[in-house]
Nanobody, 126 residues
Framework: QVQLAESGGGSVQTGGSLRLSCVASGDTYRADCMAWFRQSPGRPREGVALFDTDTASTYYNDRVKGRFTISQDSGKNTLFLQMNSLKPGDTAVYYC???????????????????WGQGTQVTVSS
């Protein structure tokens, strides 16, 4: 099992920045692909950014490309999401997720992830 715990959410104004963190514990070797998802009321859970823990390759949803950066610390137990130039449309609960197996590329469906954190709220006001 992999346990995931997010932090770093909050409220900012349009154009502001936030940095989310996700600490992984347990059988972290199972986490071949890690990701950030988000969900706002009445909408499906949406993949935001993916991180291949084997190659350090990163992939982004077009809606956040150029504004968000996903990364992992050298100890490989913390995943980050640096969010810049935030917009009201970015308002959502953000979730950290982990999946066993490859490939990571193209793994945008929430149903393909095995482990989830509890989520952290991000609110962007205009």
């Amino acid at each position: 099992q992999v346990q995931l715990a997010e932090s770093g959410g909050g409220s900012v104004q349009t154009g502001g920045s936030l940095r989310l963190s996700c600490v992984a514990s347990g059988d972290t070797y199972r986490a071949d692909c890690m990701a950030w998802f988000r969900q706002s009321p009445g909408r499906p859970r949406e993949g935001v950014a993916l991180f291949d823990t084997d190659t350090a390759s990163t992939y982004y949803n077009d809606r956040v490309k150029g504004r968000f950066t996903i990364s992992q610390d050298s100890g490989k137990n913390t995943l980050f999401l640096q969010m810049n130039s935030l917009k009201p449309g970015d308002t959502a609960v953000y979730y950290c997720a982990a999946a066993q197996g490859q490939p990571c590329r193209g793994r945008w469906s929430a149903g393909r992830y095995d482990y989830w954190g509890q989520g952290t709220q991000v609110t962007v006001s205009s």
